[in-house]
C-alpha cells in the first residue's frame, strides 16, 4: 500500500490565511516538503515525528531541482507515508502543481491539490488595493515575471492584459515587462505598485507609473519576493491602505522562549503587523506515568491541570494502564481557557482558577506564569527543543534585522544566550539588540546579561498586559 501527496497552499505569508484543511493536512502529514516563499510558522503545526525537507529556491540559485522534487515525493508515498507539498501562495498559480501532480499520478500514487490564497490578490489587498472596482477595473490578468521560453513564444492575444494586471516575481525583468504595455497602448502615466514580501512584517510598497517605477523600485531596492500590481485601482490604495497602519509593522520582534507559552506572544505582535517570531521551538514529550503516581491522582479530591497537553497525556496513560475518565477526581481545574476546552472535548467539566490552592494535585509540566514557577506533582511530559527548527531558526535570523527581543521570563534571558552561542552567534550582533521583558526581575537579570537598551514601543505593549 502506497502513501498519499497533498499539495497544499500556504498562503501569501501571513500564517493566519492558510486553509483549515490545509491545517488539518500538516497536522496529519509524515513528511513535508517545503519552499522558501511558504512561512516556516507553519510546520509547527506538525506533530513531533514528522520530517521537513527544505525545498527553497533562493534568486538564481535552486536548492533542490525540480526532478528531485518529484522523485522525493514518488518515494516518500512510496514508503507509505502522508506528504504534504507546502508551497507559498496557490499551488495552481505558478506554483508547478501541474507539473508535480502529474509525476505522483504517472507513479500511480493518490494525490489532492488544496487551494491557497493567491498570492496576487492578497498582496493587493494588505497594500489596500482592490484588483477589482467598478469605476476602475473590471478584469484582472495573472502574469508570471520570469522569461520562460516556451511561454514567450505562445501566441497572446491583444485583449488578454485586462484593467488589472499582476506580474509575480517580476523585479528582475519590470523594465521588459513596464516598456512592453508601453508599446500596447499602455499610457506611461497608468499607475504601478510593487510589494515586497507581501502580507508579513517586512512588507514594502512603492508605488509610480509604467515610465517611473523601474527607477523607484531600484531606488528603493525592492527585491525579490516581490508582487507588481498594474492600474488604475493603485490609486485606491491612498484611502485604503490599512495593513501599514497598524501599531507594530515593520518592527522585528524576536520572543526568547523557555515554555510553549511565548507564542501567544509571536501570535499577539503577528496580528499587530510586526515581524515576529518565537524561538527556540519547543515540542513536548510525553512521560511515562508510574502506577503509584496514577493511584495518588485517583485518590485526590482536586486535580489541576497545568495545561491542554497534560489533559491529553494524562487520559491517554489512564487508558493503557486500565483506568477511564470515571476514575478522575470529582473536582477538576484549570488555569486556562484553552485547558477548559480539551477537557470539554472528552466530556469533562472544569473550573478556572487564576492560582493552584494547596490541596490540588497538579498535573503537567512546570509552568512559569508572571515570573512565578508552578511545579506540578506528576509530570505528565517535558519541553525539549525540536531539532527539526534548527535550520529555519538560523535562516530567519540570518534573513531579517531583528531590532529586538523580548523576554518573558529569566528564564528565556539564558536559552536565548545559549541558543545564540550554539549558532555561533558574534557578540557584536547582539549588543545592536533591544530588549523587553516581562516583570521587573527579568528586567534586572537581563541587565546582569549585558543588555542595555529598552524598546519602549515594545515595552509599553508589556506592560499594559494586552496580549494576553
Not at 36 to 48: E, F, G, M, S
Not at 66 to 91: H, W
Not at 204 to 222: D, F, H, M, S, Y
Not at 242 to 270: C, D, Q, V
Amino acid at each position: 500500500m502506497s502513501g498519499y501527496v497533498t499539495f497544499v497552499g500556504a498562503g501569501p505569508g501571513d500564517v493566519g490565511l492558510i486553509t483549515e484543511k490545509g491545517k488539518q493536512s500538516l497536522m496529519e502529514a509524515d513528511v513535508v516538503l517545503y519552499d522558501r516563499l511558504a512561512n516556516p510558522r507553519l510546520l509547527k503545526l506538525t506533530k513531533n515525528s514528522c520530517q521537513f525537507i527544505y525545498c527553497g529556491k533562493l534568486p538564481d540559485r535552486h536548492i533542490m531541482r525540480q526532478e528531485k522534487i518529484n522523485q522525493t515525493l514518488i518515494d516518500m508515498a512510496l514508503a507509505n507515508k502522508r506528504v504534504v507539498r507546502l508551497k507559498g501562495g496557490d499551488p495552481a498559480v505558478f506554483g508547478r502543481v501541474g507539473e508535480e501532480a502529474q509525476a505522483v499520478r504517472n507513479a500511480g500514487i493518490a494525490y489532492e491539490i488544496i487551494p491557497g490564497v493567491t498570492s496576487s490578490i492578497a498582496a493587493a489587498a494588505y497594500a489596500g488595493i482592490p484588483v477589482t472596482h467598478r469605476e476602475y477595473s473590471a478584469s484582472f490578468t495573472l502574469r508570471t515575471g520570469h522569461a520562460c521560453e516556451k511561454n514567450e513564444k505562445k501566441t497572446h492575444c491583444d485583449d488578454e492584459l485586462g484593467d488589472t494586471i499582476a506580474y509575480y516575481m517580476g523585479v528582475k525583468n519590470l523594465p521588459h515587462h513596464c516598456d512592453a504595455l508601453m508599446k500596447k497602448g499602455f499610457s506611461p502615466d497608468t499607475k504601478v505598485a510593487v510589494i515586497e514580501w507581501a502580507t508579513t512584517g517586512k512588507q514594502r510598497t512603492v508605488e509610480g507609473t509604467l515610465a517611473t517605477i523601474t527607477q523607484i523600485v531600484k531606488q528603493q531596492n525592492i527585491q525579490n519576493p516581490a508582487m507588481t500590481i498594474i492600474g488604475e485601482v493603485v490609486a485606491l490604495r491612498q484611502s485604503l491602505s490599512w495593513f501599514e497602519r497598524k501599531s507594530m509593522f515593520g518592527k522585528r520582534i524576536l520572543i526568547a522562549k523557555s515554555s510553549a507559552e511565548e507564542s501567544r506572544l509571536e501570535r499577539y505582535f503577528l496580528n499587530e503587523g510586526a515581524e515576529a517570531y518565537a524561538l527556540p521551538t519547543l515540542k513536548h514529550v510525553k512521560r511515562n506515568i508510574s502506577v503509584a503516581e496514577l493511584k495518588r491522582i485517583c485518590s485526590a479530591d482536586k486535580l489541576l491541570f497545568l495545561s491542554p497537553e497534560s489533559v491529553s497525556f494524562l487520559l491517554d496513560s489512564f487508558i493503557k494502564n486500565g483506568y477511564d475518565s470515571r476514575d478522575l477526581p470529582p473536582h477538576l481545574y484549570v488555569l486556562s481557557e484553552k485547558t477548559a476546552k480539551c477537557l470539554r472535548s472528552f466530556g469533562l467539566k472544569s473550573e478556572k482558577v487564576a492560582q493552584p490552592a494547596a490541596d490540588m494535585v497538579k498535573v503537567g509540566y512546570d509552568l512559569q506564569r508572571q515570573g512565578e514557577v508552578i511545579h506540578n506533582d506528576v509530570a505528565t511530559h517535558h519541553l525539549q527543543v525540536d531539532d527539526r527548527f534548527r535550520d529555519i531558526d538560523k535562516r530567519l535570523l540570518a534573513e531579517e534585522e531583528w531590532e529586538t527581543v523580548i523576554f518573558p521570563s529569566k528564564a528565556s534571558v539564558d536559552a536565548f544566550l545559549a541558543l545564540l552561542k550554539d549558532y555561533d552567534y558574534p557578540k557584536e550582533w547582539l549588543q545592536k539588540l533591544s530588549y523587553a521583558y516581562v516583570g521587573d526581575r527579568v528586567k534586572a537579570y537581563a541587565e546582569t546579561k549585558g543588555f542595555e537598551k529598552v524598546d519602549n514601543d515594545v515595552q509599553n505593549i508589556l506592560t499594559l498586559g494586552d496580549w494576553r
